[in-house]
């Protein structure tokens, strides 16, 4: 298996742009994760999904972030309108159903908001 | 969730055994330990989890506390690419957001 795939892994934007981050699971997991790291605020989790359905998006900063998972094998996160304060490395993980919390991540988006 | 206190930071010698301790005073009956590291520009990776007994892996050994209060993790011959921060976690199910503080900094020395 290729792992989780996340794309772009880097992106750099003006303020103002909308940023669309990108992350495809492993296959047959039923969990997705999304976070947000910064050298301040360590690893914060902005959202989840189970079977594509949110669960919690209680971490999610503001109305101007969104996440979508339209079927099993995709997900988006999207920044719109983008700030400078929201320049981070953001991750994508997925796990499955069981009695373990094994998370599996992908390398990662590093966006700069200019 | 139950919390963790870890060291900011760690050296240890090449080849030598690295041995990071966690804290976890406050963990339920059904919390696991789980421990995550993360090389530097790269997504965490997940390592070993324990509940009541010790466990042993191709990566590490997890020593867990009669009481489970406490644990270590134990990097058995450190290398260079071991360099990392490394993340004690308690949390049961996958059901469980994993609550992830800033880990130990370990730094293996040639």
């Known amino acids: 298996d290729a792992g989780v795939i996340q794309s772009p892994r880097h992106e750099v934007t003006e303020m103002g742009q909308e940023v669309t981050l990108r992350c495809k699971p492993i296959?047959?997991?039923?969990?997705l994760f999304w976070y947000r790291q910064t050298m301040m605020r360590g690893l914060e989790l902005l959202i989840y999904f189970n079977n594509n359905v949110p669960i919690d998006d209680s971490g999610m900063p503001e109305d101007r972030f969104s996440a979508k998972m339209p079927n099993a094998s995709f997900s988006t996160l999207k920044i719109q309108p983008s700030e400078p304060r929201d320049s981070a490395v953001y991750f994508c993980?997925?796990?499955?159903?069981?009695?373990?919390?094994?998370?599996?991540f992908g390398p990662g988006t590093r966006l700069t908001v200019l | 969730d139950a919390k963790t206190t870890q060291p900011p930071s760690m050296d240890c010698a090449e080849g030598r055994a690295a041995n990071l301790p966690c804290n976890h005073s406050?963990?339920?009956?059904?919390?696991?330990v789980y421990w995550y590291r993360q090389i530097h520009s790269q997504g965490p990776q997940y390592i070993i989890h324990?509940?009541?007994?010790?466990e042993t892996n191709e990566m590490a050994s997890l020593i867990i506390t009669e009481d489970r209060k406490s644990s270590t993790l134990i990097l058995p011959h450190a290398t260079l690419r071991d360099t990392a921060v490394y993340y004690c976690i308690v949390s049961r199910d996958s059901n469980y957001q994993l609550i992830w503080g800033a880990g130990t900094k370990l730094i293996i020395k040639p």
């Open positions: 296959s047959g997991h039923d969990y």
């Open positions: 324990g509940l009541k007994n010790n």
């Open positions: 993980a997925s796990s499955f159903r069981g009695p373990y919390n094994e998370q599996f």
């Open positions: 406050t963990i339920s009956g059904n919390e696991y």
